[in-house]
């Protein structure tokens, strides 16, 4: 009888040919975006707990060091991140997770281009025009890159251990915004609800992930929020951070995630935004949707991209200019939905 469980047809045939293209591997580099989020790190750690199981050695060589908040999952893993493009090269094959542009490899971009080995792609975003790999498992129905690694054990029969299932769920906990996003699928609640089975602890991990905040990200978020802008008209909310603000505070990039999620959850929001100002002429530059607009596509005006409803762009200027410039494309982008009758802009 079908299950929700049970693995879509063209996903199982993508298992089926990486688990071929691995075999006879002498070691396989585990890796994915710069600046790792849970479904990215989760993931990570995930494989790199299944490659074994398939007689395989991991090696974890991401572009940016481990979250510290995610520290929890990489006890026991080798992880060669700080040998970088060196430590890429020296492995037979290269399994990238949560990444559809190789240019969100950061440093590890050139390396990743030139490896002879198989280059192998998990992922759920809008796909680019340059994966990182060939051997693509590709889906945007997925709630999660988790979500596919957990299809990935099924397939080939890899036990999930307790480790492996807190992996997993941290991977689909924080894509889906604490099961409260979109893309909060039936199977995402099934899958949560076989690793919760499995010994997974919601309420410990829920505050080892959400509730283990630093005063300093606090204060941050303070000063944050002092910079609040509201065009209600449009249904645009944004914030934003200056340079020195991680260093004042004595806080990490992790500590940025989810601050965006104060603008959003203003009533009428329909896109909310988070500049980032790098220091160095560039913005970091966040879009949230609520709901009907595409967000992928007005990051894609910026060059950046990711999902329908969650993308990012790094844009060259300073942060009052990029503001300017974002709200505004912003404002004539959402005023164009609005005029639509699909939801979309023409
Ligand atoms: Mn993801």
Redesign the pocket.
Known sequence: MPTILDVPRERADAIQRIATALTGAASVAVTTHINA????AG?VAAMARLLPRMGLRAVIVNPTPWPGLFAFLKDGLDDRTASGAEALRSAGALISL?VSDVRRLGSLATAARSLPGPRIVI???VPTDEPAGDIVLADTAAC???ELLYDFASVLGLEIDLPIAEALYT?IL??TGGFRYSNTSPRAHAIASTLLALGVDPEHTYRRIYASLSPGRLQLLRDALDTLGVDADHGLAWVSVTNDAMERYGVSSDDLDGIVEHPRSIAGTRVALFFRDLGYGKVKVSFRSTGDVDVNALARQFGGGG?EKASGALVVGSLDDVRTKVVDAARAFVGKVAASTNGRPA
Not at 37 to 40: K, R
Request: no cysteine; hydrophobic share 20%; proline share 0%.
């Open positions: 989020d849970g479904d990215a993931s949560d992922d759920h975003h999660a890159t988790g991977a924080t894509d999902h």
